[in-house]
């Protein structure tokens, strides 16, 4: 059987214009606007494309490759500069970081030297409760730990084929083509699998994106039978430009990206490839033109640097809003330092490797990727002993539940000084000054609920979990409390009360999820909502005395239609207890905190900026009638401020997520409406066995 031809060895000048394109667009939707621009998904196109046509001249001259000087190009090519400006971050951090996000900086860098970003972003994003929501400075090194993986498992792969096919005297590059083919499907269904199921696992999933990647593969092979016209060719290319340009305007969300989102953006490449392979047109004059090649040269070193630049400079500035300034030197800046990276790495020590026999290269980075994990992990000891001494100095009082008010004329010292929430919601309760803050800014993004630091009580899928908790009493009231992270982070308030009120505190928690039927903004996965149905089976089938779950949403003016709706299937089943949100704010606190330590009131927030102006309920129609409210925005706010900080007791532990310390405080607060309920709940049973005693 013939084989197909193989594609000429060619410095493709305008793709190099296409990369210098695409990091132009990757920091402008960065820098301002916040979205995915598809830049990413090209580069990992091009990736595979430039792989696959190395390999197959590889082949075509020798017969054969070596898989071991494939890695080592990549490795040389890829890991000096990205080491150099992950010790450059290392850096930044130790100067301009506040500590809370040390720890967190320390784990993505090392993830980003070892090539497994990746990994480590999906066990973030998963570990919902744990995650603080803050971006890392290593977060883009995501795509470069993907193509590294691609680098290592493609010459295996392509290495069997290639000994199967000179065995049976096959054509390698059609078997080849047709491997590629079926992967790219295989990828692409899993990859819209992951987005249904678990999106915050696929956009950054090997096997969700490699799709893209043999996309570049297949072009490879397939171009040199593709033939156009001048004409044809001109169309294909200008549409595949304008396609890149729009793709991040016509592709309104992220979480459809690496699925259909992905496929307009890869669209846009493949065009512009095939439209420029083989006639001279104007497009690929100016696409190709030196001064563009020249720019191309510090693409990747671009890529590398405006990142941490972007995230540093929000770090410093406290805002997620960058003016045009502002962005624009931060380009520039990127654009600089590439430069510099350029010729002090790739120029120097990666021009200055390449001279070296093969162990010496080996030796030579075990040398570098040693002294870089070293440095790391001394650092990360570093923090763990400063957490441990701050831990030391409120281990007495970091635990405190106040139990109930004290007497103004008699308050408990350490009351005194960390009353928490009760300062908010008991005028004659105050919190001493000079008292240093708990948790301590470096422990409080891991002050959680006793529940997500044992995963297993948190549902990831549409399966139902649950664990028990509370009081083990046989006439104890069982309270289920559901939802996602905003009903777990209640948990401390409730375990509090449970052993005083007598009930047992049954969770059905789901990561990312909220007690609805409807993905009314687009937050809900495919498992949350099938959760949900779950969860509502079994608590028909097995009813508690009470359902405690939000019955609000960020400045959501009414109740969401999805909540009522699950309120009213449990009509005749049980009661349920709903509580206010508590207010998201806009800036990460901890940080926040630690920027503005002499004004923690530059933390605070108005509370027409994070609140309704009514409570919710009072605007909703059709509410059903068995759903006890309960106001807590008290616990948070007073008539014209939403607090950071409240009794010396630190209220978040990212930007919406309350710390498990100062939920504890809540309980006091909480107490005389949850009694109330339950002995509603009590007395509505009592007279229904009475009722079906008479009939």
């Not at 506040?98 to 999906?122: C, D, G, R, T």
């Not at 096997?207 to 570049?216: I, K, S």
């Not at 009414?558 to 909540?563: A, E, F, S, T």
């Not at 948070?636 to 930007?655: E, H, K, L, Q």
Request: proline content about 5%; hydrophobic content about 45%.
């Amino acid at each position: 059987m013939k084989d197909l031809p193989v594609a000429p060895k060619q410095f493709r000048t305008e793709i190099e214009g296409l990369r210098v394109l695409c990091i132009v667009l990757i920091m402008v939707y960065h820098i301002w606007i916040g979205k995915v621009s598809g830049g990413i998904d090209i580069f990992l196109v091009l990736t595979g494309y430039f792989a696959m046509v190395s390999l197959q001249q590889q082949i075509e001259r020798r017969r054969t490759f070596s898989i071991q000087q494939i890695i080592l190009r990549s490795v040389t090519s890829l890991w000096p500069p990205a080491l150099a400006v992950a010790l450059l971050v290392l850096a930044m951090m130790y100067v301009w970081y506040p500590m809370s996000q040390w720890e967190s900086v320390l784990q993505h860098m090392l993830a980003s030297i070892l090539y497994v970003e990746n990994w480590h972003l999906i066990r973030e994003a998963t570990d919902y409760l744990a995650f603080d929501g803050t971006a890392s400075p290593f977060q883009h090194y995501w795509s470069i730990a993907i193509q590294f993986q691609y680098t290592l498992i493609m010459p295996f792969i392509i290495g069997i084929v290639l000994y199967i096919c000179q065995l049976c005297r096959w054509p390698f590059r059609k078997v080849l083509a047709a491997l590629v083919t079926l992967s790219i499907a295989a990828s692409f269904t899993y990859a819209m699998y992951a987005l249904s199921v678990k999106p915050e696992e696929a956009y950054f999933h090997f096997g969700a994106r490699v799709w893209e990647l043999l996309v570049g593969a297949l072009l490879a092979l397939l171009l040199p039978l593709i033939r156009l016209t001048r004409e044809a060719s001109a169309v294909a290319s200008w549409l595949g430009v304008w396609i890149v340009l729009i793709a991040g305007v016509i592709i309104p969300a992220t979480w459809q990206f690496p699925g259909t989102g992905a496929l307009v953006p890869v669209a846009g490449a493949v065009l512009f490839i095939i439209g420029t392979s083989r006639h001279t047109t104007v497009l690929k004059s100016v696409m190709g033109a030196d001064v563009v090649v020249w720019v191309s040269k510090h693409v990747y070193g671009m890529f590398l640097l405006h990142w941490p630049l972007l995230i540093t400079y929000q770090v410093l500035w406290q805002t997620q809003h960058v003016p045009i300034v502002h962005g624009l030197l931060i380009m520039a800046l990127s654009f600089i330092g590439a430069i510099v990276l350029r010729v002090m790495i790739s120029k120097g020590i990666v021009r200055w490797l390449k001279s070296l026999s093969t162990r010496a290269v080996y030796a030579t980075l075990m040398f570098f990727l040693s002294a870089s994990v070293f440095t790391n992990v001394a650092f990360s000891q570093y923090v763990d002993q400063l957490k441990e001494q701050e831990l030391k100095k409120v281990e007495d009082i970091e635990e405190i539940v106040v139990e109930e008010p004290v007497e103004e004329q008699t308050p408990d010292p350490v009351y005194a000084d960390y009353p928490g929430a009760q300062a908010l919601t008991h005028d004659y309760i105050f919190a001493n000054d000079g008292v240093a803050l708990i948790p301590s800014l470096l422990n409080v993004r891991r002050d959680l609920p006793s529940i997500s630091q044992d995963q297993t009580c948190n549902s990831k899928t549409g399966k139902v979990v649950t664990c028990t908790f509370g009081s083990t009493a046989p006439d104890a009231q069982v309270i289920a409390l559901i939802g996602g992270s905003h009903s777990g982070h209640w948990y401390p308030t409730l375990e509090a009360l449970a052993e005083e009120l007598n009930f047992t505190i049954k969770t059905y928690i789901h990561d990312g999820c909220r007690f609805t039927n409807d993905d009314f903004d687009g937050q809900m996965t495919a498992a949350c909502l099938a959760w949900n149905e779950n969860v509502l089976a079994d608590l028909q089938h097995t009813p508690p005395a009470l359902v405690f779950t939000t019955a609000t949403l960020n400045k959501h003016p009414q109740i969401p239609d999805g909540y009522l709706a699950q309120w009213r299937a449990l009509e005749g089943v049980t009661t349920v207890f709903a509580v206010t949100d508590n207010p998201r704010m806009t800036m990460d606190i901890p940080t926040c905190l630690e920027m503005n330590a002499d004004n923690v009131a530059a933390c605070h927030m108005p509370k027409a900026d994070v609140l309704p102006a009514q409570v919710p309920w009072h605007t909703t129609p059709n509410i059903p009638d068995n759903v006890i409210f309960t106001n807590m925005s008290d616990a948070f706010c007073d008539d014209a401020t939403c607090y950071s900080v409240a009794g010396n007791i630190i209220m978040y532990r990212d930007d919406n997520h309350i710390t498990a310390t100062y939920a504890r405080t809540i309980a006091p607060h909480l107490r005389e409406p949850l009694e109330q309920a339950l002995q509603q709940v009590k007395e509505a049973n009592k007279t229904a066995q009475s009722q079906r005693k008479t009939s």
